[in-house]
Nanobody, 122 residues
Framework: QVQLVESGGGLVQAGGSLRLSCIAS????????MAWFRQTPEKERALVGF????????YYGDSVDGRFKITRNNAQITLYLQISSLKSEDTAVYYC???????????????WGQGTQVTVSS
């Protein structure tokens, strides 16, 4: 069992930067593929990206560009999402998720956080 809690969201001006954190409980964090998704009321939940268990490799979804960076610290059981040069279209609820497999699809992830709202003002 893995419990996930996101933090770091808020209201940010366009052009600014933000770092979201997702802290996990449970002893299996280092064996989980970790991912970030985002969702707006108008769109389905979309992959931001995921990171392998060791943190050596990251993959990003088609909806994001080079402004997003996912990292993890297994010793601190924490996942991070750094977003730079924020745009209004980055406004969404951001979720972290954990699962046993690398996947671009939300259904592959077993554990989910409650989400953190990011609002970018222009």
């Amino acid at each position: 069992q893995v419990q996930l809690v996101e933090s770091g969201g808020g209201l940010v001006q366009a052009g600014g930067s933000l770092r979201l954190s997702c802290i996990a409980s449970g002893r299996t964090f280092s064996s989980q593929v970790m991912a970030w998704f985002r969702q707006t009321p108008e769109k389905e939940r979309a992959l931001v990206g995921f990171i392998t268990e060791s943190g050596d490799t990251t993959y990003y979804g088609d909806s994001v560009d080079g402004r997003f960076k996912i990292t993890r610290n297994n010793a601190q059981i924490t996942l991070y999402l750094q977003i730079s040069s924020l745009k209004s279209e980055d406004t969404a609820v951001y979720y972290c998720a954990a699962g046993p497999f690398q996947s671009y699809y939300s259904r592959a992830y077993v554990y989910w956080g409650q989400g953190t709202q990011v609002t970018v003002s222009s």
